[in-house]
T-cell receptor, first 113, second 111 residues
Framework: EPEVTQTPSHQVTQMGQEVILRCVPI?????FYWYRQILGQKVEFLVS????????KSEIFDDQFSVERPDGSNFTLKIRSTKLEDSAMYFCASRSGTNYGYTFGSGTRLTVV | LAKTTQPISMDSYEGQEVNITCSHN???????ITWYQQFPSQGPRFIIQGYKTKVTNEVASLFIPADRKSSTLSLPRVSLSDTAVYYC????????????FGGGTRVLVKP
C-alpha cells in the first residue's frame, strides 16, 4: 500500500531556530496538506497545497510558516523561528483527485526547548 | 461546516462488536460522512466513507439512516489492536477540502 513518508520522526530544536519538516507524498496525488496535533489535543489543519500554490491556510499558519514543493516529490513545511508552543506532532497528508480518503504520514514530533 | 458529536470514550472486550454513533444534525446535502482511526503517535487513517444507507468494507461498516442526522461506525469482532481514537468527520468530499477533526471517541479494547 502506498505511503506518505515523513522525516525526521523526531526533531528537537531550540526556540528561535528554523526547522524544516519533510514529506514525500504518494506519487500520483495532487493535493497536499499539513496538520498538527499538540499533545492531548485535536488534529488541526494548517495548510493545503495544490498546483504549486497554497489553496487554503488556517489562522495558525502565520508568517512564520511556509510550505514548498521544491522538486515535484518532496513537500516541506518550514517554521522560520520556532516558539515553545510550536511543539507538536506534525502530519503531512496527500490525496488524489478521485479517491475520497486522505493518506497521512506517521508524523514528525517537534519539540521546541 | 456540520458539527459532529460523538462519545468521548468507549470500552469493549476482544471479539465484541463496537458501535460508535456520531450525531450531525445540521449535515448539508453535499456532505459525506467519513471516519478515521488514529493510533497513538501516528497519523489518522481513513476507515470508511458514506453518503446514505450502509457501506461496508474489509475493516468496518457504516450505517446512515434516511435523515442522515447521525451515523454509526461498526467494528466487528474487535481485537486489542483496535484500541485507538475514532473520528467522525462530515463535509464535502471535494478533493481539495480540508478535514476538520473533533475530539473523537477513544475506544479501549480489553482482553
Amino acid at each position: 500500500e502506498p505511503e506518505v513518508t515523513q522525516t525526521p520522526s523526531h526533531q528537537v530544536t531550540q526556540m528561535g531556530q528554523e526547522v524544516i519538516l519533510r514529506c514525500v507524498p504518494i506519487s500520483n496525488h495532487l493535493y497536499f496538506y499539513w496538520y498538527r496535533q499538540i499533545l492531548g489535543q485535536k488534529v488541526e489543519f494548517l495548510v493545503s497545497f495544490y498546483n504549486n500554490e497554497i489553496s487554503e491556510k488556517s489562522e495558525i499558519f502565520d508568517d512564520q510558516f511556509s510550505v514548498e514543493r521544491p522538486d515535484g516529490s518532496n513537500f516541506t513545511l518550514k517554521i522560520r523561528s520556532t516558539k515553545l508552543e510550536d511543539s507538536a506532532m506534525y502530519f503531512c497528508a496527500s490525496r488524489s483527485g478521485t479517491n475520497y480518503g486522505y493518506t497521512f504520514g506517521s508524523g514528525t514530533r517537534l519539540t521546541v526547548v | 461546516l456540520a458539527k459532529t458529536t460523538q462519545p468521548i470514550s468507549m470500552d469493549s472486550y476482544e471479539g465484541q462488536e463496537v458501535n460508535i454513533t456520531c450525531s450531525h444534525n445540521n449535515i448539508a446535502t453535499n456532505d459525506y460522512i467519513t471516519w478515521y482511526q488514529q493510533f497513538p503517535s501516528q497519523g489518522p487513517r481513513f476507515i470508511i466513507q458514506g453518503y446514505k444507507t450502509k457501506v461496508t468494507n474489509e475493516v468496518a461498516s457504516l450505517f446512515i439512516p434516511a435523515d442522515r442526522k447521525s451515523s454509526t461506525l461498526s467494528l466487528p469482532r474487535v481485537s486489542l489492536s483496535d484500541t485507538a481514537v475514532y473520528y467522525c468527520l462530515v463535509g464535502e468530499a471535494a478533493a481539495g477540502n480540508k478535514l476538520t477533526f473533533g475530539g473523537g471517541t477513544r475506544v479501549l479494547v480489553k482482553p
